[in-house]
């Protein structure tokens, strides 16, 4: 396998991964060093390596990407969590705006998503880690750990190059 076929695999693991979970949470850094999260839907749900969201021009999440690119955002569901890591960017493609914007992005954004108060962020991840566990099945191996002090099956666990 190609350096390319791993990296195609790995970005359609996470795809499978993260469909179906509407809400994660990107987290940035503060001027002082400190770290942010705070909940967003993703626009794009095809994944293929970037992630698209959008916000209003002066929020903070575009203050702080502006003044350090580097994100993290989190996807949490049922028997999975994603976390990616990579580099966030203001597209100025009002086309973009059009195609990407939800059916509730007008209310959250109170305007219109094609206007220039509104900002389209692509993140391009370039890393990741993931864990998947099916629920009976892990829970089950916790309580034969705890009987018989060996070491849980907690599903699977991969940190992956996008």
């Known amino acids: 396998m190609t350096d390319t076929d791993g990296k195609t695999q790995a970005v359609e693991t996470i795809k499978e991964l993260i469909e179906g979970i509407d809400t994660?949470?990107?987290?940035?850094h503060t001027p002082d060093?400190?770290?942010?999260?705070?909940?967003m839907t993703v626009q794009d749900r095809d994944f293929d390596g970037d992630l698209w969201f959008m916000t209003s021009r002066d929020s903070d999440?575009?203050?702080?990407?502006?003044?350090?690119?580097?994100?993290n955002v989190t996807f949490v569901g049922?028997?999975?969590?994603?976390s990616l890591r990579g580099r966030a960017e203001l597209?100025?493609?009002?086309?973009?705006k059009e195609e990407l914007a939800g059916a509730l992005t007008?209310?959250?954004l109170q305007a219109d998503p094609k206007s220039p108060e509104a900002a389209l962020i692509q993140v391009n991840t370039d890393a990741g880690e993931y864990w998947s566990s099916e629920g009976a099945k892990t829970m089950f191996s916790?309580?034969?750990a705890r009987v018989t002090g060996e070491r849980p099956d907690a599903g699977k666990n991969d940190t992956v190059e996008l």
């Open 106 to 108: 007008s209310a959250f």
């Open 33 to 39: 060093g400190g770290i942010v999260t705070r909940p």
């Open 91 to 96: 597209v100025e493609d009002p086309q973009s």
């Open 24 to 28: 994660c949470v990107i987290a940035t």
């Open 78 to 82: 049922k028997g999975t969590w994603v």
């Open 61 to 71: 999440l575009v203050e702080q990407i502006t003044a350090d690119a580097q994100v």
């Open 142 to 144: 916790m309580i034969k």
